[in-house]
């Protein structure tokens, strides 16, 4: 069979949407961000721990200093912005905040504060909210009761009000319903995942074929999330959080690959950047192992292989969809881990931000699967233009996803 330049690229369109897009995706392909805070009440003392990336500080120009001066100007950010009232006057710093170590990339301080005499409290978050809208703040608070309450935070719901004589039934149905409620914003701003649950739609057919798809993919990552979160399984986050950017690529590449009549030689070119990602790691340049890069290589080269010869694609796509549906669990299990809910809290988190995840993906089919159709049978070419563009768009963001956190 006779190779030329030309069975490499699937159209000239594909040319101009790459070009346009390329300059804007680290505009658009930013990711969440969350912090925690645990507050320990002692009597009227409060023992106040915070954690977060040491990434995201980098959004404020003191984040680039020295770790000493950044460490400082930290302290003195948080201090301001988070605040427990009692009886709406601020409690007073008992103990000034200071640095501690959590670990690589990571950064945490800690202070106390003082909150003598009071009948309610109200705890107010506003870090990283105004510079990064989408970022999730997690709430511990332990002393208040027999079990500890925890919470999430966004930039549409800052405080809380806390009630010491707040029963404990309601304490665990409203941390249910929270956390459905944060595992359908974890979707709505993950863009990821987001894109990844695109790409399985962009790739069309029946109902029954996306269902299948969109049910082994479900399965897949709520084994990997209930395994991550119960401490079974904690592989490295920047791994994880590269091959979830693979996945997407190899995704939307599968489609164009079809839609070019499986003609298109791209398969290959994702195939040979993950060879090249391999080599580099074994010379100990990026953050995926070369083991995981080579083996990227081998499945993505025996898929198109495999897929060149099957008439109905349908049968290996669920397939592919429940691999990376494992992968992307680790990348949910990621906003639950770092919380350290007790462990009776856990099972109701669990299965609430699971629910909120499948309630958020379902949306998202339900709003873009019958606009497909409808566009396919009424509009046969602006349906093409826009399976292709958006298949590209979600190419570009994977790949940019894939090298960018391999190599950061």
Same mark, same amino acid.
């Given at each position: 069979m006779t190779c030329t330049l030309a069975s490499f690229m699937p159209?000239?369109?594909?040319?101009?949407?790459m070009t346009l897009l390329w300059w804007a995706i680290p505009a658009v392909a930013h990711d969440r961000t969350q912090s925690y805070s645990s507050w320990r009440f002692d009597g009227a003392q409060v023992r106040v721990t915070v954690r977060l990336a040491e990434l995201?500080?980098?959004h404020f120009e003191w984040g680039l200093y020295p770790p000493k001066a950044r460490d400082q100007e930290l302290a003195q950010y948080l201090v301001a912005r988070l605040q427990l009232t009692a009886d709406s006057e601020p409690c007073p710093v008992l103990e000034a905040?200071?640095?501690?170590?959590?670990?690589?990339?990571?950064?945490?301080?800690?202070?106390?504060?003082?909150?003598?005499?009071?009948?309610?409290?109200?705890?107010?978050?506003?870090?990283?909210?105004?510079?990064?809208p989408s970022h999730l703040h997690f709430v511990r608070i332990e002393g208040l009761g027999p079990a500890a309450l925890e919470r999430v935070l966004t930039a549409t719901q800052r405080e809380w009000l806390l009630m010491a004589s707040e029963p404990d039934r309601d304490r665990v149905a409203t941390g249910f319903f929270s956390y459905v409620l944060l595992g359908i914003e974890h979707i709505a701003t993950g863009y990821d995942h987001l894109a990844f649950v695109l790409a399985l739609i962009l790739l069309g057919g029946s109902l029954r074929s996306l269902a299948k798809v969109v049910t082994a993919f479900t399965v897949a990552h709520s084994v990997t999330l209930a395994c991550s979160v119960l401490g079974w399984l904690r592989p490295q986050a920047h791994a994880i959080e590269a091959l979830i950017g693979f996945s997407i690529a190899m995704v939307a590449t599968e489609n164009l690959w079809l839609r070019a009549g499986r003609r298109w030689r791209g398969p290959w070119l994702l195939a040979t950047a993950a060879v090249v990602v391999a080599v580099l790691a074994a010379f100990g340049v990026g953050?995926?192992?070369?083991?995981?890069?080579?083996?990227?290589?081998?499945?993505?080269?025996?898929?198109?292989?495999?897929?060149? $010869?099957?008439?109905?694609? $349908?049968?290996?796509?669920?397939?592919v969809a429940f691999l990376f549906g494992l992968v992307h669990g680790f990348g949910f299990a990621s906003v639950l881990v770092e919380a350290s809910l007790a462990p009776a809290a856990l099972a109701w988190a669990l299965l609430g931000f699971n629910l909120g995840v499948e309630l958020g993906q379902l949306a998202v089919?339900?709003?873009?699967?019958?606009?497909?159709?409808?566009?396919?049978r009424q509009k046969p070419m602006i349906s093409s233009a826009v399976v292709e563009g958006a298949s590209t768009l979600v190419l570009a963001l994977g790949t940019y996803w894939f090298l960018s956190r391999t190599f950061e």
């Open positions: 159209s000239k369109r594909f040319l101009a949407w995201d500080v980098t905040p200071r640095s501690v170590h959590p670990g690589a990339g990571r950064l945490a301080i800690t202070w106390s504060v003082q909150c003598p005499h009071w009948r309610s409290l109200r705890l107010r978050s506003d870090v990283l909210f105004d510079v990064v953050r995926v192992a070369p083991q995981i890069a080579a083996g990227l290589a081998l499945f993505v080269s025996s898929f198109f292989a495999l897929a060149r $010869d099957v008439r109905r694609i $349908d049968s290996l796509r669920w397939t089919v339900v709003a873009v699967w019958p606009a497909l159709r409808w566009l396919q």
